[in-house]
């Protein structure tokens, strides 16, 4: 600890008369030393009223209060990261869920059940057909919905959009030689 | 407990370390609170604020600052929002917000000189108010204004100077006989 402050110095410190270099070594020591800030304090004019000043009281509650804030903000944040951890928990990723592999089979063989009939000839052949593409345009729809969404994968979406196309015109919803003509 | 060993014991959820660091931090809170904004229900829901932000973020808090310190940097930043939403919802100045003292007959000379400065405070701009209330109040050193403001020491010395002056000027000025 360097000497105190003289009277001249610290009158002249709060009086902002001091230059830059010597205020600032003035604060530095009335930081260190008690005795320099209560004579620095005590030559304001105005020290008896700031000394009159009354603490206002803490309000009745308070600390039960910030307690209570506290617990209720806690107990939202462990109540959300319990409904994070029922809605998808870290052992189990969600898989999604593939079409029904015999709505795959049934309109295949629906198709290649209209390809024989085609060879054949006859009136049931269109029916036959427009069966088939119907649930292949079902199967292809259940496939983009719930793997290519997800995915967010380009080329399965436009691959399963054009089999969709495919099967529509099949089931002559949408013709391209009419839109052509 | 030291102050430490309590900080981190409240980190960490003791309730009993909790209650110890609101028992000694939320009165200077809001105190200062209160002096800053001038209103008793602002002032406790700032102070609450404060203390609930000091509470939740102990992780952050760096033990290179002593720490009412950085309690006061909470406060403090808690009761510029309070400003800036109380400039939204009301057009009335801070001299408007004074509350009504007692009546002058009800007071002593040593009371009324401090409803006088209470009231000189309120009217002087807030950069120059929160810089006195901080050292002739909380007693925090210039070393640590500076720091809690962000800056230079010589700044900070400055608007000491000048806050006085301007306090003694509007004190003066409300002095019987003065030009209120």
């Keep these: ?181 | 407990m030291d102050e430490r060993a309590c900080i981190a014991a409240a980190a960490s959820g003791d309730p009993s370390a909790r209650a110890e660091l609101l028992r000694q931090h939320s009165a200077p809170a809001y105190r200062f609170c209160l002096r800053m904004l001038a209103n008793e229900e602002d002032a406790r829901d700032a102070a609450q604020e404060t203390m609930i932000k000091v509470l939740r973020n102990l992780d952050r808090y760096d033990p290179a600052w002593r720490f009412s310190t950085w309690v006061f940097g909470i406060a403090r930043n808690t009761c510029i929002d309070e400003h800036r939403r109380r400039a939204r919802r009301r057009t009335t100045s801070d001299v408007e917000l004074v509350e009504p003292g007692a009546s002058p007959f009800d007071l002593t000379d040593r009371e009324l000189r401090a409803e006088r400065l209470h009231e000189a405070l309120q009217r002087l701009a807030p950069m120059y108010r929160e810089v006195l209330l901080l050292y002739h109040f909380e007693q925090l050193k210039y070393r640590e204004i500076a720091d809690l403001l962000g800056l230079p020491l010589g700044t900070v010395m400055n608007r000491i100077f000048r806050a006085r002056q301007k306090l003694r000027e509007i004190y003066e000025a409300m002095e019987p006989g003065g030009q209120t």
């Excluded at chain 1, 020290?47 to 806690?74: K, S």
């Excluded at chain 1, 427009?130 to 995915?151: D, G, I, N």
């Excluded at chain 1, 967010?152 to 099949?170: E, F, N, Q, T």
């Design chain 1, 1 to 181: 600890m360097t000497q105190h402050l003289s009277e001249e110095t610290l009158r002249r410190f709060t009086e902002g008369h001091l230059d830059e270099r010597r205020a600032a070594e003035a604060a530095e020591h009335i930081d260190a030393c008690p005795q320099c800030a209560a004579r620095a304090v005590a030559l304001d004019p105005l020290a008896p009223a700031f000394a009159a000043m009354p603490d206002p009281e803490l309000p009745e509650g308070f600390d039960a209060a910030v307690l209570a804030a506290v617990e209720r903000a806690e107990a939202r944040e462990a109540g959300a990261v319990a409904e994070v951890g029922e809605a998808a928990p870290a052992s189990a990723p969600a898989i999604p869920q593939h079409p029904s592999f015999g709505l795959f089979l049934t309109g295949s063989g629906l198709i290649a059940a209209a390809l024989v009939l085609m060879v054949v000839g006859g009136a049931p052949t269109a029916l036959l057909w427009k069966l088939a593409a119907l649930l292949r345009a079902v199967w292809v729809a259940a496939a983009f919905v719930l793997h290519c969404l997800p995915a967010s994968s380009a080329p399965l979406a436009l691959g399963a959009a054009l089999a969709l196309v495919g099967s529509l015109a099949a089931l002559r919803l949408i013709d391209p030689r009419r839109e052509i003509a």
